[in-house]
């Protein structure tokens, strides 16, 4: 199975200081939906590890969660892609709960629900706690510039607190046109041997 794990906020929607409290305030990212979309033609699974603590800070509730997640789903169907399934922390953090990333709970769990080892998928987020979530999991990290992460733009090296590996990309479509781009030369040599 083709699967790849993605972060939400300032990976496929834009990042917002203030928490993404609304479908209203949900905005896809430019490209960001067409490039899901291209990852499903290709037979690749997405599924979403997203830290909603605003609903452990009370600053929307599971109805509002939903709302957003209807309006991407119903996005993402519009341009032909879709999200095989999101899981979601909604702990503060002071919870301290296994689930909220730095911690990787919410990876743990994609790796039982779909029966596979996590070792060398690829995950995409904006901040460093998505990074090291999915690293810890065994995922193969890769830094998005959009959100939070366009902090890092022009840093190279990466800081030493990113996984070793991290690969950095400019934004979702850049991903995965790396990936799509990676999975043909792989596609290639198999043919050739």
Known sequence: MKLVILDRNGSINLHRDDFVKSEVEWTALPSALEAIARLNHAGWRVVIASNQSGLGRGLFDVASLNAMHAKMHKMLAAVGGK????????HSPDEDCNCRK?????FIQIGERYGIDLAGVPTAGDSLRDLQA????GCEPHLLLTGMGAACRGMNPLPPEYPAGTHVHEDLAAFVAFLLAREAEKTALQVAI
């Not at 999200?83 to 909604?90: K, L, Q, T, V």
């Not at 730095?102 to 919410?106: C, I, Q, S, T």
């Not at 999915?134 to 999991?137: L, N, S, T």
């Open 134 to 137: 999915g690293a810890a999991a």
């Open 102 to 106: 730095p911690k990787p709970g919410l």
């Open 83 to 90: 999200i095989d399934a999101i899981f979601y922390c909604p």
